[in-house]
């Protein structure tokens, strides 16, 4: 079974956006689990643009589903992370200033700190994920450093879907079977949609995870969220 962890960081974006507590982050995280998520992922970003860290410790004992938590591995997220002890915590190369995540590790030539880190999250029994490119030497990396699981970098994989779908998917194919053959666990998200992401789950349907936030959250102001969810989870089948 391929797991949807919705992402919610759209929901802190709008509740921001006037200082309130509306729309409730914590209540949109519970609907979601009880629409039929089976986890939810924040990226609480140093600016706290959207997901702060109050909100990461309020959700955590009132998650029933998987948490996942996904950053650049500053000493203060993993401050946060080790308190909070998500399921996972998926390690994403963002600087402090990035609009959004655009890339994977080079898990090649931060070899060193990506070991010590994923060690220390290992240690603490937290599910490890390193967010990545389709490029083999990446994911070989990731697992020599002792990731868990790979996060596969899908925005490549969601522009060039409309252009021509079997060559969009093409290197996914082929990076998920390498992440197999290694012992890898496989994630998947950034721009994962209703458009794109059954073909994407036929092509690799032993994925163990996607998690997936502005499409869902967009979709959810013309469908509700409950049916959104529900669309996002029958494109898993
Ligand atoms: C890691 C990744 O691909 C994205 O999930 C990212 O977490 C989205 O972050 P923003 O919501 O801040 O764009
Ligand atoms: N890890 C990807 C994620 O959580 C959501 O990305 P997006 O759907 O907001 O692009």
Same mark, same amino acid.
């Given at each position: 079974?391929? %797991? ?10 709008? %509740?921001?956006? @006037?200082?309130?507590? *509306? ?25 706290? %643009?959207?997901?702060? @860290? ?8 009132? +998650? %029933?589903?998987?948490?996942?938590? =996904? ?18 915590? &998926? ?7 990035? +609009?959004? #995540?655009?890339?994977?590790?080079? &898990? ?10 994923? /060690? =220390? ?7 490890? #994920?390193?967010?990545? #490119? &389709? ?12 990731? /868990?699981? *790979?996060?596969?970098? &899908? ?18 194919? =082929?990076?998920?079977? *390498?992440?197999? #053959? ?11 949609? +209703? ?27 013309? +469908?509700?969220? =409950? @049916? ?10």
């Amino acid at each position: 079974m391929t %797991r949807l962890s919705v992402n919610i960081n759209k929901v802190a974006t709008l %509740r921001n956006a @006037r200082g309130g507590d *509306v729309p409730n982050v914590i209540k949109v995280a519970q609907d979601c689990e009880s629409f039929g998520a089976d986890g939810i992922t924040v990226h609480p970003r140093p600016d706290e %643009r959207h997901i702060r @860290r109050k909100d990461v410790y309020d959700l955590r004992p009132l +998650l %029933r589903t998987e948490f996942n938590i =996904e950053g650049y591995p500053a000493p203060d997220f993993i401050d946060l992370v080790l308190k909070v002890k998500p399921h996972q915590v &998926t390690l994403v190369p963002d600087s402090p200033t990035q +609009l959004t #995540s655009n890339a994977g590790w080079d &898990t090649k030539t931060h070899f060193d700190f990506l070991n010590e880190v994923l /060690d =220390e999250f290992n240690n603490a029994g937290i599910r490890t #994920s390193v967010f990545v #490119s &389709t490029d083999t030497e990446m994911i070989e990396y990731a697992a020599k450093a002792g990731a /868990d699981r *790979v996060e596969l970098y &899908t925005e490549p994989y969601a522009t060039a879907y409309p252009k021509g779908r079997e060559a969009a998917v093409a290197p996914f194919v =082929e990076a998920a079977k *390498v992440a197999r #053959s290694l012992g890898l666990g496989l994630n998947a998200g950034h721009d994962l949609s +209703l458009v794109n992401l059954n073909y994407f789950y036929q092509n690799i349907p032993w994925l163990d995870e996607v998690s997936i936030g502005h499409a869902l959250i967009s979709d959810a102001l013309y +469908l509700g969220l =409950e @049916r959104t969810v529900k669309e996002y989870k029958n494109c898993l089948r």
